[in-house]
Structures are given as structure tokens and as C-alpha cells.
Nanobody
Framework: EVQLVESGGALVQAGGSLRLSCAAS????????IGWFRQAPGKEREAVSC????????FYPDSVKGRFTISKDNAKNTVYLQMNDLKPSDTAVYYC????????????????WGQGTQVTVSS
């Protein structure tokens, strides 16, 4: 039973930092691609960061590049998203996702999704 459980979302002031965690179970964590996506009200879902299953290559869109960092701990079956210099535009529900063929940080590659954790950035 694949499960992904996000945590760490909070209300934070602009310029602040948060670290999101995603605890994974039910699959061989090291063999699957995993990523973070977010969706804000009235906006489309977007990829925030992903780790390719093939070589560990990371992806960041321009909107978060230089501010967000993805990492994972295979021993703990946990992936993290360190978010620095947060902006109000970062406000969204953040989801972690995983899949056995996930390599390019596109949503269709990810078969399993967590419930999401709310990040709210006040100005």
C-alpha cells in the first residue's frame, strides 16, 4: 500500500523558511522518482521540484530556483523540500508524488500522491 504523507506546512511571513517532509511507505523508495507539486486556488498545478529515479537529477522551475531545495533520505524513506525566501506567491497546497517511472517531473509520471500540506505566506 503506497502512502505518501506530507507535513511541515505552516503560516509564515514573506522571507521566511519552511521545510516540508514527505514520509513514504509501501514501495522501494530508492527506486522510484519522487517530486513536489503545488496548487494554489485558481491556479493550475505546477511542479516545484523532482528527483529523477534514474540518476538523481533534480529539477526546479524558474519560479523557485535558487530558493527551494529538494533532498531525500533513502534510509528514512523521506523526501524534503527546503523552502527559503518564501513569497506570497508560494502560497499553495504542496503535494509530494511518486512513481516507478518518474524521471522528468511531469504530473502524468506520478502514480501516487499525498494528501497535501498547506503553505501560506503572508506579506
Amino acid at each position: 500500500e503506497v502512502q505518501l504523507v506530507e507535513s511541515g506546512g505552516a503560516l509564515v511571513q514573506a522571507g521566511g523558511s519552511l521545510r516540508l517532509s514527505c514520509a513514504a511507505s509501501g514501495f522501494t523508495f530508492a527506486d522510484w522518482g519522487i517530486g513536489w507539486f503545488r496548487q494554489a486556488p485558481g491556479k493550475e498545478r505546477e511542479a516545484v521540484s523532482c528527483i529523477s529515479r534514474t540518476d538523481g537529477t533534480t529539477f526546479y522551475p524558474d519560479s523557485v530556483k535558487g530558493r527551494f531545495t529538494i533532498s531525500k533520505d533513502n534510509a528514512k524513506n523521506t523526501v524534503y523540500l527546503q523552502m527559503n525566501d518564501l513569497k506570497p506567491s508560494d502560497t499553495a497546497v504542496y503535494y509530494c508524488a511518486a512513481g516507478p517511472l518518474s524521471t522528468w517531473c511531469v504530473a502524468y509520471e506520478y502514480n501516487y500522491w499525498g494528501q497535501g500540506t498547506q503553505v501560506t505566506v503572508s506579506s
